[in-house]
């Protein structure tokens, strides 16, 4: 009897252990993940690139005589001179396109400062935005320094009367360089949505090697990964692994479509309108419409800074645009193109994109919905068909 009470403890004392070295480890993991959850998301973007490169590479590789090796190659060396001549292209005109752009975001500034000084209703939303609060507390502690200097200045009617014309130009200066840092911030800010703390150009070489080397023989890692299974359950992973790589394609073929619709369409409605660097804002239009939801209505806001100038009916007919085109987007373009996969619910894709951006930035935002995708796969294959509905059959 004594035997097996000490047994039952020692049992009990193993199991305790197990308990809490597992604990252990999988909070060690997870914190892991959290500090190096930048390069995490980094990764999944190159196996984003990689499921790219590889279907690319076999649709060539299907409708001509090349290999899908020689197909790749084609596909690879294709994207990296189409990147080197835009850069060649337009790499010498982006400092002028940014300034220019700065200078029209500066006359917009200055239009958004006018109406919250105007209409008290609006200046309360702008303080609850954080960008557009920035604007106005520059402007009032711009204000605020303008009076101090003013006051220090202005000892006797004599000096106020001779340096009048000075204060009056360096006050117009100081102005000018605030809305000028500001709309650089702003304009910097859109320009680094993918720079970590590794540098734009490291994540971007990181993004592009990790895509290739999957691309060169993606059945190697999707094995590897599979090996890590029981062997009774091995071929029902591979099955989910190909059908989860099936849905980042189609994800993929949507937000291309979303991109170059969205971004030509917007082109066309700021030249129609007559707003400055039209196209520029199309490109930049179409290059955040890679993240649902929320990059439209970035793009809505540096589209309508940029509109504000003309008018308040111009700032009106690009909103209408704006919004028409985004509802063509989400009503007719996802539907036709994804329709192998059920479409992501629009309120589970808000919350996991605030959620991922709260927790990891804008690059977490950026990748909340093709992970969002992938684990939807993930849960209605393991979790529903196997789990829950083979419990209820047996």
């Known amino acids: 009897m004594v035997n097996e009470n000490e047994s039952e403890l020692r049992n009990s004392a193993i199991i305790v252990a197990l308990v809490a070295v597992t604990i252990v480890i999988l909070g060690a993991f997870a914190s892991a993940l959290v500090l190096a959850s930048e390069i995490c998301l980094i990764l999944f973007l190159g196996v984003l690139f990689g499921v790219f490169l590889t279907r690319l590479s076999r649709l060539l590789a299907r409708y001509t005589p090349l290999a899908y090796a020689w197909s790749l190659a084609a596909v690879t060396i294709g994207l990296v001179l189409g990147a080197f001549g835009l850069v060649t292209l337009f790499g010498v005109q982006v400092n002028s396109q940014i300034m220019e752009a700065i200078d029209y975001a500066d006359e917009g500034i200055k239009e958004l400062r006018d109406l919250a000084d105007r209409y008290p209703t609006i200046k309360s939303v702008l303080h609850s935005t954080p960008f557009a609060r920035q604007l106005i507390d520059d402007e009032s502690a711009e204000q605020s ?226 992970l969002l995708a992938v684990a939807k796969v993930g849960i209605e294959e393991v979790y529903i068909k196997d789990f829950l509905e083979s419990s209820e059959n047996s």
């Open 145 to 370: 320094r303008e009076e101090t200097e003013k006051d220090e200045d202005s000892t006797s009617d004599e000096q106020r009367e001779s340096d009048s014309a000075k204060n009056s130009s360096k006050a117009k200066e100081m102005e000018q360089n605030a809305i000028r840092n500001t709309a650089q911030r702003g304009i910097k800010a859109v320009a680094g949505i993918f720079r970590s703390s590794f540098g734009l150009l490291v994540n971007g070489l990181l993004i592009f090697f990790t895509g290739v080397f999957l691309a060169i023989d993606p059945a190697m890692y999707r094995d590897g990964c599979v090996k890590l299974f029981p062997k009774q359950r091995r071929e029902r992973a591979r099955e989910i692994m190909d059908q989860m790589g099936e849905t980042l394609w189609q994800w993929l073929l949507g937000r291309f479509a979303t991109m170059a619709i969205t971004g030509g369409g917007a082109g066309l409605l700021l030249w129609a309108l007559g707003i400055p660097m039209a196209f520029t804002l199309g490109i930049i239009t179409a290059l955040l419409s890679f993240v649902p939801n929320i990059g439209p209505a970035v793009a809505l806001v540096l589209a309508v800074l940029f509109a504000l100038p003309q008018g308040g009916t111009t700032v009106l007919y690009v909103v209408v645009g704006y919004i028409a085109l985004q509802l063509i987007e989400s009503y007719v373009i996802t539907p036709v193109i994804q329709q192998k996969q059920a479409a992501l619910p629009p309120a589970l894709l808000l919350s996991v994109q605030a959620l991922m951006g709260v927790v990891f930035g804008f690059l977490g935002t950026a990748v909340a919905s093709p």
